[in-house]
Nanobody
Framework: QVQLVESGGGLVQPGGSATLSCATSGNIFSFGVMGWYRQAPGKERALVATITSGGTTNYPGSVKGRFTISRDNAKKMVYLQMNNLKPEDTAVYYC???????????WGPGTQVTVSS
């Protein structure tokens, strides 16, 4: 069984930065397209970044130019560098492997990012 554990969240001031990490364990044999998602209070979980095994990235307009996803294939870890954070970025952030439009594994606990002065 694959486990995903996100870390690196916390309280950040507007305009600040944070780096999230996603550790994978178990038989994650595929480790293909990985993504970061976020869920704000009262909203559905949304995809904010994806990265292929070859390093191709994609972002929605709301975070493009501010967020950077990266991966370490040897360690099977995924990272999310977030810059110029805004209050609307406040959410619980999760990682998962994409399987088409679905996710492949059970969700981890997520890591809370709160952007506030």
């Amino acid at each position: 069984q694959v486990q995903l554990v996100e870390s690196g969240g916390g309280l950040v001031q507007p305009g600040g930065s944070a780096t999230l990490s996603c550790a994978t364990s178990g038989n994650i044999f595929s480790f293909g397209v990985m993504g970061w998602y976020r869920q704000a209070p009262g909203k559905e979980r949304a995809l904010v970044a994806t990265i292929t095994s070859g390093g191709t990235t994609n972002y929605p307009g709301s975070v493009k130019g501010r967020f950077t996803i990266s991966r370490d294939n040897a360690k099977k870890m995924v990272y999310l560098q977030m810059n110029n954070l805004k209050p609307e970025d406040t959410a619980v952030y999760y990682c998962n492997e994409l399987d088409g439009v679905r996710t492949r594994w059970s969700w981890g606990p997520g890591t809370q990012v709160t952007v506030s002065s």
